[in-house]
């Protein structure tokens, strides 16, 4: 899950001596993105990458890291996961190969080159930590087999959103997970209609609250 920086045109919005003025709002939406065939690439070795690369094997393999050197951690994370480690300062070249950048490096020089390849090469690009350099962050995610729930707060307070995410993962429980199995089941033996949808919804709200109405 990537929450996208999405430059909103708004018009008519500001009426300065008789004209109006075109106004420009930055707004997060929340997308949820198909990365099955999707490359990361993730330039820097050090905590930072560390941390993004974490959250990404949720939901992807398909990671290269690029970097001069990296840490302990990181190089074990690479060998368990069988992820692509390529022992190199980056070079604008490389881009090319890949869909969504992550730059977790602290040069602010090299930030801005990364992230103007990768405007050029019309690729997304997330620089830690630098909303402007950014097309999208990272959400704090809650997630529990196909469950995904995600929080952000625009870049406002990360330290928030953590917080939101450990409580709910205390809040939802792991049943959760084969509740959706159960549900996926079902989903991919019935025939589609109107009796199927009734009985999808009979189930979830029988669910919902056998496991949070009786908290409240």
Not at 204 to 210: D, G, L, R, Y
Request: proline share 3%; hydrophobic share 40%.
């Amino acid at each position: 899950m990537i929450v996208v920086n999405i430059r909103l045109l708004v018009y008519n919005a500001l009426h300065i001596s008789g004209k109006y003025v075109e106004v420009i709002f930055m707004s997060y939406m929340p997308i949820f993105l198909e990365v099955k065939d999707k490359k990361f690439l993730i330039v820097g070795g050090g905590r930072v990458a560390t941390e993004k690369i974490k959250r990404i094997l949720k939901f992807s393999y398909n990671i290269t890291v690029i970097s001069p050197e990296i840490t302990e951690e990181l190089e074990s994370i690479i060998k368990e996961n069988s992820l692509n480690y390529i022992k190199s300062p980056y070079t604008s070249d490389i881009i090319k190969d890949y869909d969504i950048i992550i730059v977790a490096v602290s040069d602010t020089n090299l930030q801005k080159v990364i992230y103007n390849d990768a405007k050029r090469e019309n690729k997304l690009c997330n620089t830690v930590d630098v909303i402007g350099e950014s097309d999208f962050i990272f959400p704090s995610v809650v997630k529990k087999g196909n469950l995904i729930v995600a929080f952000s707060t625009s870049g406002s307070s990360p330290a928030l959103a953590k917080y939101l995410r450990v409580y709910f993962e205390q809040v939802i429980p792991g049943e959760v997970e084969q509740f959706l199995k159960e549900m996926e089941d079902l989903r991919n033996s019935l025939p589609k209609g109107k009796e199927r949808q009734e009985l999808f919804d009979k189930k979830a709200k029988e669910f919902f609250e056998k496991i949070f109405m009786k908290n409240l």
